[in-house]
């Protein structure tokens, strides 16, 4: 066996002299220090920004492969190539160069089906990414800032997915551009202008392609790299969160250290979603432009949508009635664009981006929060997030009404009024559901506590009752159950205080006092300390009592029955994290 | 008995008579199930004799007449068909569309119902009420003849609208259809550009010359096979593209996450 420490190998010493050198110029030792011993903590859910993050490293890459054979002008030329459907048809510089780079450039077509995918891939997992974020309230102080980053990075991702499906020139693209013209012209009173500005004069111009062409691989992937810098570094300054269990709290962080655990795996994730993406690109034909033909104003072809995330908008256009358009003096108020294209977005996003602040104002809360919620613990919440992905779910079905009606045969007319009612109905609904399950979820809990796990095990005794074993939660699960706080309506000052003098800022409290109350009037308080002494001392016989506990309106009070339990012997030894004080 | 009677109460009783009931039930249907006729339309346009014509007329009559009227002029639930052409005849009864099996917002294409003989009897005594479109040639449908970049151009303008860019169908108003051109024959296809059936547009040889119509038929000629790019994900454009992106790709990653984070817990 040779020895190790003494005689360094060749390589060894290199690697170490080339560290050194670095060090000492640049004082990289102190970077590589702090984050080889950060500590993040594990859970599947954390990385789906990850997989944001890899599928845009994988955008950059075959973009710039793209870049290198795409021709962004409106200049006119003729095709001439291996595509016989488009022999000698006129048509601009950029559709012409995207059949060549289709048809003719050796992996050409994969690397532009690879970057389709990843646009698609990019902005579904940054959804996916918000729903965990939002779901878990990874967004509460300090994280607010962080959370408008991220939005800041969907709307980004919005308009780099928007920009790059216009490059090609293609039909289906250019019917998106005639939408987005009408719904710019449809802004009062600056509309027509703006419209103008954008393309260069009258739709569609000369100038768009080569417009898009500097949005699209310039200014906003550059802002998007920038605020993934940002959104980063954030991440690491604030530390990263943890879900609920044992030994967390919000002054640790329990997890491995990024080296060697994280870099390895951040390394290996990048090839699996690269994989997963190339993999895609290489069985599954996306966006065939070679059928659509080249944009010219007039053809509009049936199933003509925009890519997924911009679907919504398209399904709120086909939802609106077209009557609602008037005209004052010589001026058309086109509501029946302006409302679909413009409210509706507005209202969905401005609830996204402000939800942590009107959260925050409605809870009183001014405490940093680094353990996340289990999303039944916050019935708000959770019922509000799904109500705001069920009316976006909808207005992504209305996008796809003609395809509904030809594959389930039926009528589109019905299937647009269906959805015009189901718009306003749904939300509500999958609220009022959400926040019963997660409500019920919460009375689960509180019983399991209490009483532990049923065992099927049934004794009868001496004087003929019988009565079923039940086993208690060991200190871990227990631990998550009764580890969250119960957040209560906010309680205001009276409006004038002693002397009978009016308080300033009484009605904003009053305003703040109700949306507290629309939040956190329905609830489940976790099982107290003394309840659950109450629940041990005589697990038999009176537990009525002790489950009406906290003062909640109407909701703890369903007790299971009012049978006895017995009670099995239990280790209470093991480490219990509890640093509960009430 | 006994042992034959728990035999029968075994677990896996129902599994394996359900299995036997669908094996029975798939069998006899191949035996009954009418054999889908061949249509070769290019007998169809074979010249007519009276013969036919007499032949045709007892089958109208017998087919055809409780909507259409026994003299074919037409009642209050069926246009009258004098004037339609051999073409129109053609098109509808060897796509199936005809007889119409129930009413509904739109006849759609259903197994053929008569043999090219009796088609092409169908359609000569139809012919013989009143002129009207006739079958066309072999040549002129025939795909290899036609020009598919100038049909593209064609089809863009006067039918994608409806039929989707490649012909893949597309929904019309009321449960109505464009359907999926791909598997219509290339007789089909003229027959229909030239009578317009149910809700299509008639396109004369004054709006689509017949060499613009072959045109048109061989670019969807084209379509409908292998896609360049892989898998085709039914030519439906963006919404599907978007769903499998969701399926297929994030649940994929969504698993592999999961995975990841299940190995090193």
């Known amino acids: ?582 | 008995m006994k042992a034959l009677a728990a035999r029968r109460h075994d677990r896996r009783a129902p599994v394996v008579l359900l299995l036997l009931a669908l094996l029975l039930t798939g069998g006899l249907y191949a035996v009954f199930a009418p054999a889908p006729a061949g249509a070769t339309p290019e007998q169809a346009a074979a010249t007519a004799t009276t013969d036919d014509i007499a032949a045709g007329k007892a089958l109208f009559q017998a087919n055809c007449a409780t909507c259409h009227g026994p003299t074919a002029s037409g009642t209050d639930v069926a246009p009258s068909l004098i004037g339609v052409g051999a073409a129109a005849v053609d098109f509808q009864v060897g796509t199936g569309r005809m007889p119409m099996q129930a009413n509904g917002p739109q006849a759609p294409a259903k197994p053929v119902q008569f043999n090219d003989e009796q088609i092409a009897q169908l359609a000569a005594y139809v012919a013989s009420l009143g002129t009207g479109p006739a079958i066309p040639s072999a040549e002129q449908v025939d795909p290899a003849l036609g020009d598919p970049a100038n049909g593209m151009a064609l089809f863009r303008t006067n039918c994608a609208m409806c039929h989707n860019a490649v012909g893949a169908g597309g929904a019309l108003s009321g449960g109505k259809f464009a359907p999926n051109l791909w598997e219509t024959t290339p007789t089909h296809l003229y027959e229909a550009m030239l009578t317009g059936p149910q809700s299509m547009p008639v396109f004369n040889d004054a709006i689509i010359t017949p060499d613009e119509k072959r045109d048109i038929i061989a670019f969807i000629d084209q379509q409908g096979g292998a896609a360049p790019g892989g898998l085709d994900l039914g030519s439906l454009g963006p919404v599907s593209e978007g769903l499998w992106a969701w399926v297929v790709g994030i649940g994929l990653l969504i698993a592999l996450a999961v995975w990841g984070g299940a190995k090193s817990s």
């Open chain 1, 1 to 582: 066996m040779t020895t190790t420490t003494s005689t360094p190998t060749g390589a060894a010493r290199a690697a170490s002299a080339t560290a050194d050198y670095l060090d000492q110029r640049t004082g990289i030792g102190h970077a590589v220090k702090y984050f080889a011993r950060k500590v993040f903590p594990d859970h599947w859910s954390f990385m789906l920004g990850e997989i944001a993050l890899y599928s845009f490293v994988t955008l950059l890459i075959s973009g710039v492969f793209l870049t290198m054979f795409f021709v962004p002008s409106m200049g006119e030329t003729h095709y001439d190539g291996p595509w016989p459907s488009l022999n000698g048809v006129e048509m601009s510089e950029a559709f012409s160069s995207t059949l060549r780079l289709s048809f003719e450039v050796r992996g050409g077509l994969l690397m532009r089906q690879i970057h389709h995918w990843a646009a698609l891939i990019f902005m579904a997992s940054i959804v996916v990414h918000m729903m965990r974020v939002f779901f878990t309230g990874a967004f509460r102080k300090p994280r607010e800032i962080n959370w408008v980053v991220g939005f800041v990075l969907l709307i980004l991702g919005l308009a780099a997915g928007f920009s790059g499906y216009s490059l090609p020139d293609d039909v289906l693209s250019g019917n998106g551009l005639r939408i987005t013209d009408g719904v710019v012209r449809a802004i009062p009173i600056i509309g027509s202008y703006t419209s103008y500005f954008i393309f260069g004069g009258e739709f569609p111009g000369h100038d768009l392609i080569p417009r898009l062409f500097t949005v699209h691989i310039l200014l906003v992937p550059g802002l998007i790299l920038a605020l993934i810098g940002l959104h980063l570094v954030l991440m690491v300054m604030h530390k990263h969160t943890q879900y609920p269990g044992s030994g967390r709290s919000d002054k640790n962080v329990v997890g491995y250290p990024a080296l060697p655990v994280y870099v390895a795996r951040l390394g290996g994730n990048f090839f699996l979603v690269f994989g997963v993406i190339a993999l895609m690109a290489g069985t599954m034909s996306i966006n065939p432009v070679w059928n659509y033909g080249p944009y010219d104003p007039s053809p509009v072809s049936a199933g003509a949508q925009p890519d997924w995330y911009m679907l919504f908008l398209e399904g709120a256009l086909r939802l609106m009635p077209g009557g609602a358009e008037f005209v004052i003096g010589q001026y058309t108020v086109p509501l029946n664009v302006i409302i679909p294209a413009m409210v509706v977005p507005g209202i969905l996003f401005t609830l996204l981006a402000l939800y942590p602040f009107i959260e925050a104002f409605a809870t009183g809360d001014d405490r940093e929060h680094h353990v996340l919620d289990r999303p039944r613990n916050r019935p708000f919440r959770t019922a509000f997030g799904v109500s705001l992905l069920m009316a976006f779910f909808i207005l992504v079905l209305a996008g796809s009404n003609d395809l509904i009606a030809t594959h389930f045969h039926m009528s589109i007319n019905d299937i647009t009024w269906a959805f015009r009612v189901l718009l306003f109905v749904a939300p509500w609904l999958a609220f009022v559901i959400t926040k019963r399950i997660c409500l019920g979820l919460q009375r689960k809990d509180r019983e399991l506590v209490l009483h532990g796990h049923e065992t099927g095990r049934i004794v009868r005794f001496a004087s003929g009752e019988y009565i079923e074993v039940h086993k208690p939660l060991d200190a871990h699960e227990r631990w998550l159950r009764v580890q969250h706080e119960a957040i209560r309506p906010l309680e205001i000052e009276p409006a004038e205080d002693s002397r009978g003098v009016r308080r300033k800022g009484y009605r904003r409290d009053t305003m703040r006092r109700r949306l507290s109350e629309l939040f956190y009037e329905d609830r489940v308080e976790p099982v107290t300390p003394s309840e659950l002494a109450a629940a041990q001392a005589h697990g038999h016989g009176s537990h009525d009592a002790v489950e009406a506990g906290p003062a909640t309106r109407e909701l703890a009070s369903s007790a299971p029955g009012g049978g006895q339990h017995l009670v099995d012997p239990h280790d209470e030894t093991a480490a219990d994290g509890r640093n509960h004080t009430v």
